[in-house]
T-cell receptor, first 112, second 114 residues
Framework: AQSVTQLGSHVSVSEGALVLLRCNYS??????LFWYVQYPNQGLQLLLK??????LVKGINGFEAEFKKSETSFHLTKPSAHMSDAAEYFC??????????FGAGTTVTVRA | GAGVSQSPSNKVTEKGKDVELRCDPI?????LYWYRQSLGQGLEFLIY????????KSGLPSDRFSAERTGGSVSTLTIQRTQQEDSAVYLC????????????FGPGTRLTVL
């Protein structure tokens, strides 16, 4: 069965530092992968998605992710963290029946 | 255009009462999904609709949960005889169609069962 695993439930970074959030997938077929962000008391907002086109995917707010089949990974990065990036981030995979299966989430805090 | 809207934003109820949660998807979106977000379980799929049909109800936790969608638009999730473990944020999402299309999420309904 397809699934995703997020490594690290909490990440703390300094403002201006690199943000790296890890996601590994398990799938026997090419997966469709997503990163969502959730700000406090809000719904989920799509950051970016991988649908088997380019392996380097650029999203909103300066985020990007690289699909690496050899490592079964889809890690999310942002070169320079901003205070507004403090939120919870979810990696997700579309299952064959089109529902999303989410990772456990990673909470990002940004230190001034 | 308007995004996905959900009402109420917050609902506090007593154990044993019934509650109805409403979702208004983006106009023209044929697929609609309900998810539940709770501390212990993370984000879980509940049910999805393609038009007014719900081909997959496998995620509904018990027979106290039901959902319907009318006119290919508004959906209602009903929880009967609520229990404390039903306390969670219920999120609705819609997409243009089934498949790998982006699912747009509403702000959620926070349900608290006392």
């Amino acid at each position: 069965a397809q699934s995703v695993t997020q490594l690290g439930s909490h990440v703390s970074v300094s403002e201006g530092a690199l943000v790296l959030l890890r996601c590994n997938y398990s799938s026997s077929v090419p997966p469709y992968l997503f990163w969502y962000v959730q700000y406090p008391n809000q719904g989920l907002q799509l950051l970016l998605k991988y649908t088997s086109a380019a392996t380097l995917v650029k999203g909103i707010n300066g985020f990007e992710a690289e699909f690496k089949k050899s490592e079964t990974s889809f890690h999310l990065t942002k070169p320079s963290a901003h205070m507004s990036d403090a939120a919870e981030y979810f990696c997700a995979v579309i299952l064959p029946d089109y529902k999303l299966s989410f990772g456990a989430g990673t909470t990002v805090t940004v230190r001034a | 255009g308007a995004g996905v809207s959900q009402s109420p934003s917050n609902k506090v109820t007593e154990k044993g009462k019934d509650v109805e949660l409403r979702c208004d998807p983006i106009s023209g979106h044929t697929a609609l999904y309900w998810y539940r977000q709770s501390l212990g379980q993370g984000l879980e799929f509940l049910i999805y609709f393609q038009g007014n049909s719900a081909p997959d109800k496998s995620g509904l936790p018990s027979d106290r949960f039901s959902a319907e969608r009318t006119g290919g638009s508004v959906s209602t999730l009903t929880i009967q005889r609520t229990q404390q473990e039903d306390s969670a944020v219920y999120l609705c999402a819609s997409s243009k169609d089934r498949g790998a299309y982006e699912q747009f999420f509403g702000p959620g309904t926070r349900l608290t069962v006392l």
